[in-house]
C-alpha cells in the first residue's frame, strides 16, 4: 500500500514546518541570530565540510528561512529550495551556479522590467550573456540556442500580466539543447501552475509579490526540480566537477537529484552574500498558508474587473488572458485552468493623459510600483516606470502611454470597481 | 518490490531495525560521499563496518578496515554497497554466504542493479537501491531541512531530539508522507557513478 499524499492546501500550511523539538512552540519560532554554536572542532568541520547538516551562520542557512525554503519546494513540487534575499537575488544566484564569462542564456523578451534591465546591464558586466527570444514565436528559441546556451529563461505568467508561455513547448527545446529551463513563477505561484510538471528544470520566485502576499517583506526563492542530469551534461563546473572551495568535493555525486539548490546555497549564496532575514522569512511564511485562498480570490476578482473594464466606454482594450477572445486564453486553460492571475492592463481611449489622471483619482487602489499585495495596486508605466523610455521604446515594452497596470487584491470586488468606475468618470 | 519508489514506513523500518552496517567500497578521502555517510552514520549511532581492501587492517574514523564481508568477525544487519553496479552481484552473493545473512542489502544513490535486488529479495532480504541512508535519516528525522531539502514528510508532532550533541535529530520522527513530488524518483545520476 502506497502512502497517502497531501494535497497543496495542506502542504501550504504544512510542509517545512513542525512543532519546536526544544520548546513545542507551534508556529515557525524566528531564529534571528547570526550564528550557531558548534559542539566541538569535529562537529565544525563536519558542517564547513558539507558531511553533516546542520546550520553555521545565517549567510548560509537559517532555520526559519529552512521552512520557508522546503514549504515552496513541496508547493512546486521540487526536491530543494534555497532563499534568498529578493527575486533578483534569485535571479544572481542561480545563474551563478550555471554561467561562466562568456557564456550564454536565451530569455523570453516578455519579463518583468526589472530582470529585463538585470540581464542586459548587471549581467553582461558578468559576461553573462542574454539572448532575447520571442515567446510568441517558438521557433526564435530553438534559433537563439548556440554552443555557448547554458540556461533557458522564462516567466510562466509575464510580468505585466497578460501573457501565458507556452511551457511544455519551451521545455522541449531546452530538453533538446542539454540545457535547464528556468521559469520565474511569481505571478502564477504554484497554486495556479507548477512549470516543473512541463519541463522547468529551475524555478524562481519573487517572494515579495503573492507568495509573501501581504506587501511587507521583499524576497526570492530557488527551487531546484530535480531533474536535470548535470554529470552527463558535463559543462557545468559548479555542479559536476570537484570544487576547490570544499577539498574536491563533487556536488552532483554527493547530493543527487538536489545538488542544484546546495550549490546555489554553499558557492552562490555564501561567496555573493544576499541572505534572506529570517524575520521577513517568518512573514513569508504566515503568507505562504493562505496562498491557496487567496490565488483564488485574486483571481475571480480579477476576471469580474477586467469583464467589467471591457464594457466600459473609455477602454481601448483589456489584455486578460482570462478573458474568452484573449489571444492567450487556450494557453490560459491549459497552465492557469484555476484562473489567469491578478495582474494585468488595459488602455485608456484618453491616453496618457487619461493615465495620469486615472491613478490620480483612484481612491481604493494605491498607487505604487509592486504587485501581488492584499490591497488593490494601480501604475501607470509611462509616467512612472517606464518614463525614461523614448514612446517606440515604451510601445515595444507594453508601456505605451495609454497603458494601466493593475494588481486586483482582495477586497470586495464591487468596491474595487466602484473605485475604478469613479477613477474613470473624473479621467 | 517496487524499486522505483519506496514508502517511508519501509525505509524508517530498516533504518530503525539495523543495528551494524558494512559499507563495501567505503573511502578513506574526506571529500568522497562514502566517507561523509559513513562517518554521519556513525555519529547517529550505527556500528560502522568499513569494507575496502586497498584500505584492510587499517583503521577509519576507529573502526577496522576489512578486505571483504567474509572477514568481518562479527553479524552485520545491513550491507550498503558504494561501488559501481556491476559489482552489485558479487557483492550480494559474498553477503548471502554469510551466517547470519544479513536482513538488508542497499545500494547507494545512483547505484541501481534489478539482477543483484532479484537475487538478495529471492533469499528473503529486503533491497534498497539508488538512495543514500544518510539521506535517508537526514530526511526522515528532518536534519537535512536545515539544508533546504523537501523532506517530503509532514507532522503535527513536536520532532525528537538525537539525545546527545548538537543539531542531532531522532530517526522516531511521527510524520505522514508529504510526497507530493515525484522529483525524488526522478533521481537521475548515471549509474556507474563509481563511488
Redesign the interface.
Known amino acids: 500500500m502506497s502512502d497517502r499524499l497531501p494535497g497543496f492546501a495542506t502542504l501550504a500550511i504544512h510542509a517545512g514546518a513542525q512543532p519546536d523539538p526544544t520548546t513545542g512552540a507551534r508556529a515557525t519560532p524566528i531564529y534571528q541570530t547570526t550564528s550557531f554554536v558548534f559542539e566541538d572542532v569535529d562537529h565544525a568541520a563536519s558542517l564547513f565540510g558539507l558531511q553533516t547538516f546542520g546550520n553555521i551562520y545565517t549567510r548560509i542557512g537559517n532555520p526559519t528561512n529552512a521552512v520557508l525554503e522546503e514549504r515552496v519546494a513541496a508547493l512546486e513540487g521540487g526536491t530543494a529550495g534555497l532563499a534568498v534575499g529578493s527575486g533578483h537575488a534569485a535571479q544572481v544566484v542561480a545563474m551563478h551556479c550555471l554561467m561562466q564569462p562568456g557564456d550564454e542564456f536565451v530569455a523570453a523578451k516578455k519579463l518583468y522590467g526589472g530582470s529585463i534591465n538585470q540581464f542586459n546591464h548587471a549581467f553582461k558586466n558578468f559576461g553573462w550573456n542574454v539572448v532575447w527570444a520571442e515567446p510568441d514565436d517558438i521557433g526564435t528559441f530553438e534559433r537563439a540556442v548556440s554552443a555557448r546556451t547554458k540556461a533557458i529563461f522564462i516567466e510562466s505568467i509575464a510580468n505585466p500580466g497578460g501573457v501565458i508561455t507556452d511551457i511544455e513547448a519551451i521545455g522541449k527545446i531546452a530538453k533538446n539543447a542539454g540545457v535547464p529551463l528556468i521559469v520565474d513563477n511569481t505571478l502564477a505561484t504554484p497554486y495556479l501552475c507548477k512549470p516543473i510538471d512541463y519541463g522547468a528544470d529551475i524555478v524562481v520566485h519573487s517572494l515579495t509579490k503573492f507568495l509573501g502576499g501581504h506587501g511587507n517583506s521583499i524576497g526570492g526563492l530557488i527551487v531546484d526540480g530535480g531533474t536535470f542530469n548535470w554529470s552527463r551534461e558535463k559543462r557545468y563546473p559548479m555542479l559536476c566537477e570537484p570544487r576547490p572551495e570544499y577539498h574536491g568535493i563533487v556536488l552532483h555525486e554527493t547530493f543527487g537529484n538536489f545538488a542544484f539548490a546546495i550549490a546555489c546555497r554553499v558557492l552562490a549564496l555564501r561567496d555573493i552574500g544576499p541572505a534572506l532575514s529570517p524575520f521577513n522569512a517568518f512573514l513569508i511564511l504566515t503568507g505562504t498558508e493562505t496562498l491557496p485562498l487567496r490565488m483564488q480570490r485574486h483571481c475571480d476578482n480579477a476576471l469580474a474587473v477586467a469583464q467589467w473594464l471591457v464594457e466600459r466606454r473609455e477602454v481601448a482594450w483589456v489584455s486578460y488572458p482570462g478573458l474568452p477572445g484573449d489571444r492567450y486564453h487556450n494557453l490560459a486553460k491549459k497552465y492557469v485552468p484555476k484562473g489567469a492571475g491578478a495582474c494585468f492592463t488595459f488602455g485608456l481611449k484618453g491616453g496618457y493623459d487619461a493615465g495620469v489622471r486615472l491613478v490620480s483619482n483612484v481612491k481604493l487602489f494605491s498607487h505604487l510600483a509592486n504587485i501581488g499585495d492584499t490591497r488593490s495596486l494601480i501604475i501607470h508605466p509611462a509616467s512612472t516606470t517606464h518614463r525614461q523610455l523614448t514612446d517606440a521604446q515604451k510601445i515595444q515594452a507594453g508601456a505605451g502611454p495609454d497603458v494601466v497596470r493593475l494588481s486586483i487584491g482582495l477586497e470586495d470586488k464591487d468596491d474595487i470597481i466602484a473605485d475604478l468606475e469613479q477613477g474613470l468618470a473624473a479621467a | 518490490m517496487d524499486h522505483d519508489s519506496y514508502?517511508?514506513?519501509y525505509i524508517r523500518g530498516i533504518l530503525n531495525t539495523v543495528k551494524t552496517i558494512a559499507m563495501v567500497g567505503v573511502s578513506a578521502n574526506?571529500?568522497r560521499?562514502s566517507?561523509?555517510a559513513f562517518?554521519?552514520l556513525l555519529?547517529r549511532g550505527y556500528g560502522m563496518i568499513p569494507v575496502n581492501p586497498g584500505l584492510a587492517g587499517q583503521e577509519l574514523l576507529g573502526r577496522k578496515v576489512y578486505a571483504r564481508l567474509a572477514d568481518i568477525p562479527e553479524p552485520v544487519d545491513m550491507v550498503d554497497i558504494f561501488r559501481s553496479s556491476r559489482h552489485a552481484i558479487a557483492i550480494v552473493e559474498e553477503a548471502l554466504a554469510l551466517s547470519p545473512r544479513p536482513q538488508v542489502i542497499w545500494l547507494q544513490?545512483?547505484i541501481r542493479n534489478d539482477k543483484a535486488a532479484s537475487l538478495a529479495e529471492g533469499s528473503g532480504l529486503k533491497v534498497v537501491m539508488n538512495r543514500?541512508p544518510k539521506?535517508e535519516y537526514?530526511r526522515l528525522s528532518?536534519?537535512?531541512?536545515?539544508?533546504?531539502?523537501?523532506?517530503?514528510t509532514?507532522?503535527?508532532?513536536?520532532?525528537?531530539?538525537f539525545g546527545r550533541?548538537?543539531?542531532r535529530?531522532a530517526l522516531n520522527r511521527i510524520t505522514?508522507?508529504?510526497?507530493?513530488?515525484?522529483?525524488?524518483v526522478?533521481?537521475?545520476?548515471?549509474d556507474d557513478?563509481g563511488?
Open positions: 514508502d517511508d514506513k574526506t571529500s560521499p566517507y561523509f562517518k554521519y555519529e544513490l545512483g543514500c539521506i537526514g528532518s536534519e537535512i531541512a536545515w539544508m533546504g531539502v523537501n523532506t517530503r509532514l507532522t503535527a508532532k513536536k520532532a525528537r531530539l550533541g548538537i543539531q535529530m505522514v508522507a508529504g510526497g507530493a513530488t515525484d522529483a525524488a526522478r533521481a537521475q545520476k548515471p557513478a563511488q
